[in-house]
């Protein structure tokens, strides 16, 4: 039997080499039918099946059945549904990586909050999302050298180039100086990873004072390594500045994880991933709420002044940047160990006086609690780090997902490809 797809008369036994193959089990759970329709569908044309050698058995070409699938799902109406999931709606994909639910955060089944508080190390918490196992000991990663000279990146950039974007310009320059980047095993690959974190922690501080990097490449962990890096010189920061990373590890589908994950199913190598998601990361509604809140605290400039300037951007209709999250409409549960550990850390911090009195006047005009991004820049003014650098703190914790979701969308291996549905422009000549 064959069909026509594409012009060309195609044998339901034939499929290239890299095409996904099911069982008829999973191949019916996938459609959701009985088996005996499967084979319909089948004897129709309609999925192609190969034989498996040595077997009686047949396997089941995955696209076929994903192609089937969608058409089924958009004739009984679910074509809007499925745009709409690509605006905070329903799940999209599968993953195992992190649940946001009424009961928090997760990591792999384990409380993100819980995790933070216990003082779990961001490369422990990098574990458990890579491979699903909590270690149980103090993990340490090994120590990575430059591949280049520092002083070369730094002439490269404006000094007033902040911590994300030069960490946007390393990846790049990193992946190029590994020939190996392409087609690795996932064990492998996760020494990569560990090497890149290293990097990411150790590089923030490359346009304003590189001759640290190499320094802040021998820390020993990597909340040390970003302190080497901003040059914070109190014993107490690694343990704050840790807290926040892993409070940003992982948030299952944003924006620069999603990035992450269809660059991944193209088949891009893992720098070339990291570099997608840093672009996403960049963008003003996800890592640059961060820069968002600081510059209302640069607008409010004293504590006494935030009241004040909350109920005028409130009169004229503006925003007050840090509020309010969809997936967590009584509070995001991120950000209280992070405004704890701000206020114990140094409560007489401007930043953290400033931030704390905004927090007041938003509670009594009764708007929504604050998320994540306010947290992390509470804890960057307290420590005392350089403008930009709440946003790099996020970027470099959730570097330890977006390595998850690009091993998982490989090991699923599928490219995730959406179809447009297409609409006349309203402006269209009739």
């Known amino acids: 039997m064959s069909r026509r797809k594409g012009g060309r008369s195609q044998s339901r036994f034939d499929h290239r080499p890299e095409e996904e193959l099911l069982t008829a089990v999973e191949a019916a759970a996938l459609l959701g039918v009985k088996r005996a329709t499967l084979y319909t569908y089948v004897s129709r044309g309609l999925v192609r099946c190969v034989p498996e050698t040595g077997t009686k058995e047949n396997r089941y070409v995955r696209s076929d059945l994903e192609r089937l699938k969608t058409r089924h799902d ?191 199913s193209s088949g891009a190598d893992l720098y070339a991933c990291v570099s997608a998601a840093l672009a996403a990361m960049s963008g003003h509604r996800h890592g640059g709420a961060c820069d968002r809140v600081e510059a209302l605290l640069a607008e409010i400039r004293r504590p006494e002044r935030a009241a004040a300037v909350v109920r005028e951007r409130l009169r004229r209709g503006e925003s007050v940047p840090g509020f309010g999250h969809r997936l967590y409409p009584d509070g995001d549960p991120r950000l209280p160990p992070l405004i704890e550990g701000a206020r114990a850390f140094r409560p007489e911090a401007p930043g953290v006086r400033m931030a704390s009195a905004v927090l007041e006047a938003m509670r009594q005009a009764g708007h929504p609690p604050p998320a994540l991004d306010y947290g992390l820049v509470m804890v960057a003014d307290a420590l005392g780090l350089p403008p930009g650098a709440a946003a790099t703190i996020f970027a470099v914790g959730r570097a330890a997902g977006w390595v998850a979701h690009i091993l998982e969308q490989r090991a699923q291996g599928h490219l995730l490809r959406p179809r447009a549905r297409y609409v006349e422009p309203m402006d269209a000549p009739k």
């Open 74 to 264: 958009a004739r009984a109406g679910h074509a809007a549904v499925a745009s709409g999931a690509l605006r905070w709606g329903e799940p999209v994909i599968d993953s195992s990586v992190s649940r946001v639910g009424a009961e928090g955060l997760a990591y792999r089944g384990h409380s993100a909050v819980t995790l933070a508080m216990e003082g779990r190390s961001l490369e422990a918490v990098a574990e458990l999302l890579w491979s699903g196992v909590l270690p149980a000991g103090e993990v340490v990663w090994p120590a990575v050298k430059a591949p280049f000279p520092a002083s070369e990146v730094a002439r490269l950039i404006p000094k007033e180039t902040p911590p994300l974007l030069a960490l946007a310009t390393v990846v790049p320059l990193l992946g190029a100086r590994d020939a190996l980047r392409f087609g690795a095993t996932p064990e492998k690959e996760q020494e990569r990873a560990r090497g890149l974190l290293r990097h990411l922690a150790a590089w923030v501080c490359v346009a304003q004072a590189p001759g640290r990097v190499a320094r802040a490449l021998k820390a020993k962990t990597m909340a040390e390594s970003l302190a080497v890096a901003w040059d914070v010189r109190d014993a107490r920061a690694p343990t704050l500045l840790n807290r926040a990373l892993v409070m940003s590890a992982d948030h299952e589908l944003n924006v620069s994880t999603f990035t992450a994950r269809v660059t991944a």
